[in-house]
């Protein structure tokens, strides 16, 4: 069930008056009905999965709490993890890695046909496999107790506003809030309901319209050079974003409306000065989860600088292939590593460089351009991201500036206007808007500030949101980008 589709604005409100006119003591139960029909209506069999694993790290987490030795701890947390990343590897990566391991073979003269698995990828796997592996590791670190109520914790992997894309949920900070009783509380049901009403914008306007132009190009990249490929790619930035963002609200506001508080997962990532910030602003719930799980697990930052420079390699490279099997995705991932350990060798050189400029003088153009080089950085990398294969992708970057034409006015404007006018125009209008909200929310919610204003101005806004949703809306369902990972 597609958020954008008119499946959930039927059910989501069917399940809100459900969830407040029942008992607090049985309001789990609804929720996780609903939750499983939610992941059904994509492929009723794979709601087996999520059960098994739910039951798997139900049962390892009480059987870890109960043991005193360590190295029986040690090995009931290695069943959890070799099972779960067992079977994302069985349905993400089995073909990847046959298909890969057939061509180095074949450039040798070794014949090899490997067995191809001829299932479909199980929406959301990878959410809720790193959210159940990030459970069953805090109670193995004694962060945290094991959940008895099998109904709370099967509901806490498979609570549907965040079950297929996320934010991944830490238990300390979902398990609790399905004991606490909520009440029904008109500001924050329609404080969530404005986010929600964001999210569907982001998505539906601006991330589905910047698809349209993106598609075209990236589909068939040989057909373009030059200035088609930098749009292509700057709104494939904007797209991804929009796209993915805009589930974390509709997501984040469900869960509100019901009073759940989920974490936020975006904080105006293309306004980082660093790549290292851009992580701790991007898909926070992900990075984090690499930072606690894997990257700090391999010694983090508190070992040698060589052995540091391994470790950021590794966690990227991972969360790179976490995103797909595809040698595109372990591309970005090994482009972003090295961003990071660029940063790092060439820190006292770009101080040096940045004093002898005098640029400490300008910090507001200073802070400028660590912005623009950062987005820069950013969105070549999206290129790999993108691209369906490696080949396409270096395409791309061979012809990303091929300035043949450039100053040709018919090429600019078929450039330009490449999908339509029509489409180019709205997706235009869509990041200006996104730019607007998020200079002006810089120090507080829009939300907030909104809820301060007249009435007559805060229902302006929102009939100017739904109004340009049904007008300008791309309203052929896109699937959220994030639902493939």
């Known amino acids: ?63 870890i709490a109960k043991e005193d030795d360590k190295k029986t701890k040690t090995f009931l947390l290695l069943i959890s993890i070799l099972i779960n990343i067992g079977l ?91 004991l606490k009783k909520h009440y029904f509380d008109y500001a924050r049901v329609t404080d969530g309901l404005k986010l929600m009403l964001w999210g569907f914008f982001k998505k539906i306007v601006i991330a589905d319209n910047l698809a349209i132009y993106v598609d075209l190009v990236y589909n068939n990249p040989e057909m373009y050079t030059g200035l088609s490929l930098i749009i292509a790619t700057i709104f494939f930035a904007f797209q991804i974003y929009c796209d993915f963002s805009g589930y974390s609200d509709i997501a984040i506001g469900a869960s509100q409306v019901m009073g759940f508080k989920l974490m936020d997962n975006f904080k105006r990532p293309y306004y980082s000065k660093s790549i290292s910030e851009f992580w701790k602003r991007w898909h926070i719930s992900l990075s984090s989860w690499f930072k606690d799980y894997l990257y700090i697990s391999l010694g983090g930052n508190r070992v040698s600088i060589s052995r540091l420079h391994f470790n950021l390699f590794i966690t990227f490279l991972i969360s790179g292939l976490w995103h797909g099997a595809n040698w595109t995705f372990v591309v970005w991932g090994a482009l972003h590593a090295f961003y990071m350990i660029f940063s790092l060798l060439s820190k006292n050189i770009r101080e040096k460089i940045v004093l ?93 500030m909104l809820s301060n204003r007249p009435v007559y101005f805060r229902f302006f806004i929102y009939f100017l949101l739904l109004f340009s949703i049904l007008l300008c809306g791309n309203f052929s369902s896109h699937e959220f980008i994030y639902f493939q990972f």
Do not use: C
């Open 1 to 63: 069930m597609l958020f954008n589709s008119i499946h959930f604005l039927i059910f989501f409100p069917i399940i809100i008056v459900l969830y407040f006119s029942l008992k607090h003591k049985h309001r789990w139960i609804l929720l996780l009905l609903a939750s499983y029909y939610f992941y059904m209506s994509w492929k009723a069999e794979y709601i087996i999965l999520i059960i098994f694993s739910t039951l798997l790290d139900y049962f390892v987490a009480l059987a």
């Open 88 to 178: 994302l590897f069985a349905f993400k990566y089995f073909n990847f890695v046959s298909d890969s391991l057939r061509i180095i073979l074949s450039n040798f003269s070794i014949q090899f046909s490997p067995p191809v698995l001829k299932i479909l990828l199980p929406v959301g796997i990878s959410f809720y496999t790193f959210q159940t592996l990030g459970y069953t590791i805090d109670v193995y670190r004694n962060k945290i107790k094991p959940e008895k109520h099998l109904g709370i914790f099967s509901l806490y992997v498979s609570f549907f506003p965040q079950l297929v894309a996320g934010p991944i949920e830490r238990a300390q900070n979902l398990l609790p809030q399905f």
């Open 356 to 448: 002898f400029i005098k640029l400490k003088h300008f910090p507001r153009l200073n802070k400028y351009l660590q912005i623009l080089t950062t987005f820069s950085l950013v969105t070549f990398a999206w290129i790999f991201f993108r691209a369906k294969n490696i080949s396409d992708a270096f395409y791309i970057v061979r012809n990303l500036f091929n300035w043949h034409g450039f100053v040709d006015f018919g090429y600019l404007r078929s450039a330009f206007f490449l999908a339509s006018p029509y489409v180019f125009v709205v997706s235009l209008f869509g990041i200006l808007s996104l730019e607007f909200v998020h200079l002006y929310q810089r120090h507080d919610s829009i939300r907030h």
